[in-house]
Each structure stands twice: as C-alpha cells, then as structure tokens.
C-alpha cells in the first residue's frame, strides 16, 4: 500500500466511524411505533351553532368524487356567546365508498375569520386556515354528533400569521360544533 493509501485510510477511517457507525448504532435502538408528543403553548376554543351545507350541483348524484359543498358564513363566538367573527368553510369529495361502501373522504378548508373587518373589499386582517380530511357518511352532509376531526393549522393572517398547530373540531350533541385550536410553540 502506497503512502498516499494509508493517509488516506488513517484520515477516513476515523471520518467513517464517526459519521457512519452512530447511525448505525441508533438503527438497532427501538423505535415507539407512535410519534412523540408535542407541546404546545397555546389551547382556544370557538363556537357555532348548527350547518347546513350547500352543494355546488344540488342537481347531481351527491355521492360522487369531485362534489363540492359550501358553508356559508356562519358566526363564530366564544364560550359566552359573545361574536368573534365567522366561518367559512368548504369540502370536497376526493374517495367515494372509503373506508366501507357508501363512505366517502373529504377534504376540506375552513377559513376562522375575526373581527368585523373594514368595511372594504380587503375583508378581515385576522383569519387561521384549518384544512384537512375526514371520513364522512355519504348520506350525510357532515359528520355525525358526537364526533371529531383533527385537522391541520395551515396558517393564518394577522395576530394569526405564522400559526401551526391543528384543531379539533368536534359536533356536538345539541348539533352546534366546538372548534379547539392547538398552537404549536415557536
């Protein structure tokens, strides 16, 4: 062997185990089957009464992929009833019979605005994006009392700008709905 082959070998060698073997090492470790937990700094509930979804094309098939159907803005408030604002909110048909014949899943966008805004076009400064899927009857227009979907925080506007977390929005028994937002600290 060269000389230039050993320093080579002496100088890489330390370089491989270094680099290489912990990773190895951690490979034969356990792993959790579930993620770790994550904390979260801030936890903020919001309010709305019953929905009533209109679809697109009321004169089509509703349980078809592509159906879109829209909340009209609904007004939000707080545990008091006091008014924060309002929800807009829209789902989309992306797998029909799934997870069993006559299921279907939705994606969906729901768009928390607060405030009363400017009275301009510009609309309100202070919105949160929660978007996500669920699993849906597809005889139904929402998911059933009792239930909850988790879904993505995917940003916001204004005191809202850079937000990440997720929600649950959960139907309650009374069929009014209880969004909880979970912020992700910084």
Do not use: N
């Amino acid at each position: 062997m060269s000389t230039l082959s050993r320093t080579v070998v002496q100088f890489c060698l330390p370089l491989f185990a270094a680099v290489l073997l912990p990773g190895a090492a951690l490979a034969d470790k356990p792993r959790s089957s579930s993620p770790p937990s994550v904390p979260h700094a801030v936890v903020y509930s919001v309010f709305h009464g019953p929905v009533v979804l209109a679809l697109a094309a009321p004169e089509l098939p509703s349980h078809r992929l592509g159906v879109l159907r829209v909340l009209p803005a609904t007004a939000i408030t707080d545990a008091t009833g006091a008014e924060l604002g309002r929800l807009d909110a829209q789902l989309v048909t992306s797998t029909i019979d799934y997870p069993t014949a006559g299921d279907e899943v939705r994606m969906s966008v729901l768009v928390f605005s607060f405030g009363q805004g400017t009275g301009s076009l510009s609309g309100l400064a202070d919105q949160l994006v929660v978007s996500g899927s669920g699993f849906y009857a597809g005889s139904q227009d929402t998911v059933s009392a009792g239930t909850t979907l988790v879904r993505p925080i995917t940003g916001g506007t204004g005191r809202f700008a850079g937000a990440r977390g997720w929600a649950d929005s959960e139907h309650l028994g009374d069929d009014s709905w209880r969004h909880t937002f979970h912020f992700l600290k910084d």
